[in-house]
């Protein structure tokens, strides 16, 4: 084989990879979900939908108050209903205030996939800087697979912030667990929900984080509607 056809080979196979390593697309990613979703008795079926994480999506906001109805799942469940009236839904919080994403992934099968879930959210990057990149990167492949094994759909979340990281700075720790996670979501072309970047868009038209945070690294309702909203796209363009 000449060299001009061993180089023309080589450029189709990285051009191949580059093109199929894309996130998921939110039109269609879902769409057997969605479809169940639109279905009345009896032909229904309960659809669950499990968040894996740390205290965030657990509901904490401060002085270890929890407010589970003003955290991102149950918003989520509450718009979910509205747009589909007819669905019987499960919002299954798997989530642990304090916990990272090794401690995550050790109890993955056993308190998530054992609940039969359609679909599993992630979001364990804001506790992640404790392990770094390195650990954080193995632990979620392993739920990830996990998951793929069993045909369920992921949608991984990148971190809400923390009011002590200057969320805007160049490269920042947060930052960094964001952009692994999006390159994973690529990798693995399953959902993505970028609430990192949409809390950077909020500070970068000029509102104030604070006014999103119950203290500095939980959000408010205002914090937590943001996340929810980033997720409801992916449900948007249902078959009615």
């Known amino acids: 084989m000449n060299r001009t056809l061993s180089f023309l080979l080589l450029f189709a196979f990285l051009l191949t990879t580059h093109v199929s390593a894309q996130i998921a697309e939110q039109e269609t990613y879902l769409s057997s979900i969605k479809e169940e979703l639109t279905k009345k008795w009896p032909e229904n079926r309960t659809i669950n939908l499990v968040y894996h994480g740390h205290s965030v999506p657990s509901g904490y906001y401060t002085g270890g108050v929890v407010r589970r109805f003003d955290s991102y799942p149950f918003m989520v469940m509450k718009q979910l209903k509205e747009k589909y009236p007819y669905a019987v839904i499960n919002t299954i919080t798997t989530s642990i205030g304090g916990e990272q994403s090794e401690q995550g992934a050790k109890r993955f099968a056993s308190d998530v996939l054992s609940l039969q879930p359609d679909i599993i959210f992630i979001d364990y990057a804001l506790n992640d800087r404790s392990i770094g990149l390195k650990r954080a990167k193995t632990a979620w492949e392993r739920m990830v697979d996990l998951a793929g094994e069993k045909g369920v759909k992921v949608i991984l979340l990148t971190p809400t912030p923390d009011t002590q990281v200057d969320i805007l ?37 000029g509102k104030e984080l604070n006014s999103y945070m119950a203290q500095n690294n939980h959000p408010n309702a205002l914090g937590h509607a943001l996340v929810a909203g980033e997720i409801m796209k992916w449900f948007e363009q249902c078959k009615q």
């Open 169 to 205: 700075e160049s490269d920042n720790i947060l930052e960094q667990h964001a952009g692994q996670i999006r390159r994973l979501a690529k990798n693995y072309r399953i959902g993505l929900v970028d609430s990192f970047k949409a809390f950077q868009d909020v500070v970068a038209s």
